[in-house]
């Protein structure tokens, strides 16, 4: 993690994004271990609060 907080990542090379998306959908790679919580767009400052502590690695905003 980073000294900020927030981390991300840029891909644009779409057949990476393919294999990526077969290995999640294959069932290979367990995401559930990494996603820390789900929270609305809103409470976004609890997420990354959260992912700056260490409690969380990684933090779901959903739109709605």
Request: no cysteine; aromatic share 10%; hydrophobic share 45%.
């Amino acid at each position: 993690m980073s000294r900020s907080g927030l981390e991300g990542n840029f891909g644009h090379n779409w057949p990476i994004w393919e294999r990526a998306i077969a290995v999640l959908a294959s069932g290979q790679f367990d995401v559930k271990p990494v996603i820390g919580g789900v929270w609305p767009v809103a409470e976004w400052h609890e997420a990354f609060e959260k992912m700056h502590k260490g409690e969380v690695v990684k933090s779901v905003l959903r739109p709605v």
